[in-house]
């Protein structure tokens, strides 16, 4: 259905007309879109306002980065793309960062961008905004298309979708020139031009022989290991990977945004055994994760001595052998896959080596023991595990709740000490380990799921979007923000020795973060210690209103880039 139509006026030729803004609309809302991730501005003002009065729902962002990646992490919780809309040149390249981050971590995303006149952008003669954005774009994402004429919006529109979320998911860019919004066609016509794209991530059915080899090689695993990566949490197969991991009865290790899959409390869960089992496994199998630096790329120190054989399950055929060999690789989508082993293991799956299950449990009962006191330390200033500890609580009360989290400490112990109890409840910095993503996230969590949202940022990464406090003040969502304030990057005690200028790593002292969302009538918090974090991070999750705390950290309690120092080169000369 047109959302909407005029008459022609001139005498005698009467007929219905709609226009590309309405084509495009009628395109989304066809094929399902129902939020679009926005900043306003020519050309694309009147299509948000057009959007917003034909039912769906346009938040509108200060910066498009983040509204960039709000729209990937909705692809991410949805499996549907998310909608991000820009204006031309400086809007799309600032959304662009977000389309390149959706491409690298697999999240089904759509960037729409108004762009300037083609004639006059290709002469090059100084458009207003003017840029070859479609070429710009292409590098950066899985497909980019551009539309000239209002009768190909919605093939157009099919296009994108269908390369964003078809096999391995990712940033589509959609190229949509002021021109085209304005041109005028036959209402009939147009509303047959749509296309409502039939089942645009069709299920990849793994071959029975790429089946059986993975489990004769699970089979003959003495020290076996599941590795569950985000893809497997993107894939929405959560009972069938309960199943098979139960069925098999292996130790399993979930990435990042894996967590909660399978609870962390789960007996098999080796998360707090990490380095053990990744050096002392011999057969590993991978689940919608790749052996990239977040995995050390499958050798060296932390894959051991003991031989490894990879099995890997991934949509993608050209992820198998990117970094070492894989012995049996099983392509097709995970829940097709996962279903596939379960019921190729028969009734009688042999549970893996009792000595090898025993010895993970026990090393990961010790790591825990060992890490419990430090969760409960009541310092002022907080240390990290302090502030961890209660915030740790938070989630197991409120196992629904979204935790975003970015930082490097922040980030890193988070990640270690918050368990997680349900699939796509932990949402992070993904493969890049970007900076910047924090607020974006919190507000397409909320926008998508409905429930509250509590954001942990160190005081660096909380930057790159704070100004979206006032976005989630002016959409009242259920967003907690804490910002692990250290008074810097890692640290906040560097010194420069050579002049009056701070050091490149600090910022201002005693910096108060609360304040900033009481300009924009949220609540603000200042929390010194840990019970006090804990009493205000429970009353704002308890009343939904937007809230930041300032949490007070030790600027002496972090160590250099978190846990991944060992990344930074060394300059020779220094040690001199
Ligand atoms: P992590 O960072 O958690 O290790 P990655 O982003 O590296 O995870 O890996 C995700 C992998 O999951 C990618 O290789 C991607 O191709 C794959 N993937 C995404 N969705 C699916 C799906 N539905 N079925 C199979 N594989 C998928
Ligand atoms: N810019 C972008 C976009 N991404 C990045 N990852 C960085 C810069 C570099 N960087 C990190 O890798 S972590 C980090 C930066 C700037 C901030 C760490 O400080 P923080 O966390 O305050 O967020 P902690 O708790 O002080 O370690
Ligand atoms: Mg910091």
């Not at 600032?94 to 952008?121: D, F, K, Q």
């Not at 002049?499 to 969302?517: E, H, S």
Request: glycine fraction near 10%; proline fraction near 6%; aromatic fraction near 6%.
């Amino acid at each position: 259905m047109l959302n909407s139509a005029t008459k022609s006026e001139a005498p005698g030729t009467e007929q219905e007309l709609t226009d590309g803004f309405h084509l495009v609309i009628d395109a989304l809302k066809l094929n399902g879109v129902d939020t679009i991730y926005n900043v306003p501005g020519i050309p694309i003002t009147d299509l948000g306002r057009m959007a917003q009065a034909a039912g769906i729902r346009v938040i509108s962002f200060r910066h498009e980065q983040n509204a960039g990646y709000a729209a990937a992490i909705a692809g991410f919780l949805t499996k549907k793309p998310g909608i991000c809309l820009t204006v031309s040149a400086p809007g799309f390249l600032n959304g662009l960062t977000a389309l390149a981050h959706a491409t690298t971590n697999c999240y089904p995303m759509i960037l729409i961008s108004g762009s300037s006149e083609r004639e006059i952008v290709d002469l090059q003669q100084g458009d207003y905004e003017e840029m070859d954005q479609l070429a710009i774009a292409k590098p950066l994402c899985k497909a980019a298309y551009r539309v000239l004429h209002a009768q190909d919006i919605g093939i157009g529109l099919a296009r994108a979708i269908r390369a964003a979320v078809s096999g391995r998911p990712g940033g589509v860019y959609l190229d949509l020139p002021a021109k085209l919004f304005a041109q005028v066609m036959n209402a009939e016509a147009g509303a047959r031009s749509l296309v409502k794209v039939i089942d645009p991530a069709p299920a990849q059915i793994p071959a029975p022989s790429a089946v059986k080899r993975a489990l004769d090689v699970l089979k003959s695993a003495k020290r076996p290991l599941i590795i569950l990566g985000k893809g497997a949490a993107y894939a929405q197969a959560d009972d069938e990977i309960r199943g098979f991991v139960e069925k098999s009865g292996v130790p399993f290790l979930p990435m990042s945004m894996a967590k909660g899959l399978l609870p962390d409390t789960h007996p098999q869960c080796a998360g707090a055994a990490r380095s053990t089992v990744l050096k002392e496994s011999d057969v590993v199998m991978l689940i919608g994760a790749r052996l990239n630096w977040l995995l050390s790329h499958g050798k060296g120190k932390t894959w051991g001595e003991a031989p490894k054989q990879f099995i890997q399950v991934d949509i993608d055929p050209r992820e198998m052998d990117s970094n070492v060999e894989i012995a049996a690789p099983l392509v097709g989508d995970i829940g097709s896959c996962v279903a596939a082993l379960t019921a190729a293991m028969g009734d009688n799956w042999p549970a893996p080596p009792a000595d090898w299950t025993g010895a993970v449990r026990a090393k990961r009962d010790e790591n825990v023991a060992k890490m419990a006191p430090k969760l409960m330390n009541n310092k002022s200033p907080m240390d990290y595990h302090g502030a961890l500890g209660v915030l740790r609580t938070v989630i197991k009360e409120r196992p629904d709740a979204i935790l975003v989290n970015e930082g490097a400490n922040t980030l890193d112990l988070a990640r270690g000490v918050i368990d997680m109890y349900k699939p796509r409840k932990r949402l992070d910095v993904g493969t890049w380990g970007v900076m910047g993503i924090g607020m974006g996230q919190a507000i397409a969590a909320a926008i998508e799921t409905g429930k509250p949202v509590l954001a942990i940022e160190g005081d660096s990464a909380f930057g790159f979007s704070g100004m979206e406090i006032e976005t989630i003040c002016r959409y009242n969502l259920p967003v907690c923000v804490v910002v692990f304030n250290n008074d810097g990057i890692y640290r906040g005690t560097d010194v420069n020795a050579a002049g009056t200028d701070p050091a490149t790593t600090v910022f201002v002292k005693g910096a108060r973060y609360d304040k900033m969302i009481e300009a924009f009538g949220g609540v603000g918090v200042n929390a010194t210690s840990p019970d006090e974090l804990k009493r205000a991070v429970n009353e704002a999750m308890n009343s939904g209103k937007p809230t930041l705390i300032n949490a007070v950290i030790d600027p002496a309690a972090g160590s250099e880039s978190g846990r991944i120092g060992n990344l930074n080169p060394q300059s020779v000369l220094k040690k001199k």
